[in-house]
């Protein structure tokens, strides 16, 4: 079995969420649980830190990965969606899982995974866990596919828990209410292991409350008051939230690791290039000013566009594009008026269509139309000028496309 044969057999023949939506989705730990002890139970061979949430799982996740990599640790960083290439979802020290290591992992499991009915996430939970074991890392930072209880990696006992926060996301699978969201996510708790809370609300404090209580979990709330301590060279406002989290673990886990002020600092100081994270608010050009970012629920794209008010430009055009399962609606009424807005849509089975979005996006938008990202690039590209800015997001598909669209 060749690797392009391997990866075609993962990508076609395993239900995946990330192309085929809700139908793909068959939450329950029975089969990773199955997958894990027939491989060894290898998610019990290194010490983990378990992240879930609605936004900043990944920008957190990094952030971590990023100062225990600035102490020498071997860090292996599980996250999801890929944005590129299959590889990213399982790293160490910022490198993609080998190849080879993908190509004999299918070979060699390919017909058990084929007979427990696995999805393509629970596949790259499996073979990250396998990949960390194998490489023998120190720690591995896990985020969470979606929700937490029933989410393939909550298989893991970690040293510590995080939920960054909760908004409304795929409520048809996780719950239509706050509460009940808080609930799946907070699922990740664990008996007699620290938890660590982001953000709160109102209707989901009692949930983590009363669920870590249950778990005899000391629970910890990252300083709402106060700035961050340190800085990261990850850009974008909304990062002053993920800091003030990641300085809460680091404070809760000192007790078990020898941290210091200069080493945080180095760590959060190089977060790009130690863990090889994109996508959030990254810079793809200057002049114009060309910028993506991976916010897709309108939690996450409120604090986008509070970023985009923010940039003097000339003129600012938007290129956005949606999956059909998203509340679209209600993201495109957070959109500033004064820009120029491109439409598109991504190339998969999931796109929310051109000829729907003309039917929702409000009329007195100025609104283009575009058959593919690239065209919408293109396009705003020949239509700006040194002093103009171009925002590209909306969905992970669209800002892998743009990414491909630059990288080439």
């Not at 640790?73 to 399982?90: C, D, I, Q, Y």
């Not at 960054?164 to 699978?173: D, P």
């Amino acid at each position: 079995m060749t690797y392009n044969q391997a990866v075609s057999w993962l990508y076609n023949d395993l239900p995946f969420f990330q192309l085929q939506g809700a139908k793909a989705y068959n939450p329950g730990l029975d089969r990773i649980k199955k997958l894990c002890e027939i491989l060894g139970n290898p998610q019990d061979k290194f010490k983990t830190i378990h992240i879930a949430g609605t936004n900043g799982k990944g920008s957190t996740s990094h952030m971590l990965s990023a100062v225990f990599q600035s102490y020498g640790f071997k860090v292996g960083l599980h996250t999801s969606p890929h944005l590129l290439e299959f590889e990213e979802r399982n790293r160490i020290n910022g490198k993609n899982t080998e190849k080879e290591f993908v190509r004999q992992f299918i070979e060699q499991n390919k017909q058990i995974i084929t007979d427990l009915k696995c999805s393509f996430f629970e596949f790259a939970v499996a073979l990250g866990f396998s990949y960390f074991a194998h490489k023998k890392v120190d720690i591995a930072i896990i985020e969470t596919g979606l929700g937490g209880r029933l989410d393939a990696t909550n298989i893991i006992n970690p040293e510590l828990s995080v939920i960054t926060n909760i908004a409304l996301e795929h409520t048809a699978i996780l719950g239509d209410t706050l509460e009940k969201i808080a609930f799946e996510k907070a699922g990740i708790i664990k008996n007699n292991k620290p938890v660590v809370i982001g953000e709160f609300l109102p209707e989901t404090k009692s949930v983590f409350f009363n669920i870590a209580k249950e778990k005899n979990a000391e629970i910890y709330f990252a300083n709402q008051g106060k700035s961050p301590v340190y800085t990261t060279d990850l850009l974008g406002s909304y990062q002053a939230k993920n800091l003030k989290t990641v300085e809460k673990v680091l404070e809760v886990l000192s007790t078990q690791f020898e941290f210091n002020k200069e080493k945080i600092q180095e760590g959060l100081n190089n977060v790009t290039q130690l863990t090889g994270l994109r996508g959030r608010w990254e810079v793809l050009q200057e002049n114009p000013l060309i910028i993506t970012d991976t916010a897709h629920n309108p939690a996450g794209i409120a604090s986008i566009i509070k970023q985009i008010e923010k940039i003097k430009a000339e003129k600012k055009i938007i290129i956005l594009g949606f999956v059909s399962d998203k509340d679209v609606k209600s993201i495109l009424k957070l959109f500033p008026k004064d820009a120029e807005y491109y439409f598109t849509q991504p190339n998969n089975d999931r796109k929310f269509k051109i000829e729907d979005l003309k039917n929702i996006v409000p009329k007195n938008l100025n609104s283009k139309y575009f058959e593919s990202v690239q065209k919408a690039i293109e396009e705003a590209q020949k239509n700006t000028s040194e002093n103009d800015f171009i925002f590209i997001g909306g969905s992970n598909f669209i800002v892998s496309e743009g990414l491909s669209f630059f990288n080439n």
